[in-house]
């Protein structure tokens, strides 16, 4: 991380950092990965590095967005990973290489909420590394 202008300023390294902090078959969100690198207001750029190829598609997946849910499932688009079209991913696919639980219903896939990892889980894993 770095520091700017009093800010923390969050890197790809440091969102990489968190996601292989999640086990097989976690995810966790964008909020949630900022959050746990002492930077709560920072999921969009989380988001816009998840986005950017500097994380592989797997990687990717496992940060999802957290808002919008259907009962016990979170739900994305099935594709959602237009800066990775060149290497013939889509989240589906990701998903199964990350054994990660999920379900395709049209064009929505959907990751069960109890697979998330919060903020405080994901700081404490970190922590144990620092």
Do not use: C
């Not at 919008?68 to 696919?93: C, I, N, P, Q």
């Amino acid at each position: 991380m770095n520091q700017q202008n009093g800010k923390t300023q969050l890197t790809a390294d440091d969102v990489r950092a968190v996601i292989h902090e999640l086990r097989d078959g976690e995810v966790t969100g964008y909020g949630e990965v900022a959050a746990a690198l002492g930077s709560p207001r920072g999921a969009q750029a989380v988001g816009s590095i998840v986005r950017r190829k500097d994380v592989t598609p797997v990687e990717a997946a496992r940060v999802i967005p957290t808002t919008k849910t259907r009962g016990a499932w979170f739900v994305m688009s099935l594709l959602g990973f237009e800066s990775h079209a060149d290497s013939h991913y889509d989240r589906r696919r990701a998903l199964e290489e990350a054994g990660v639980q999920h379900r395709v219903e049209g064009e929505d896939v959907l990751v069960p909420v109890a697979a998330l990892v919060d903020r405080d889980e994901l700081r404490k894993r970190l922590d144990t590394h620092s």
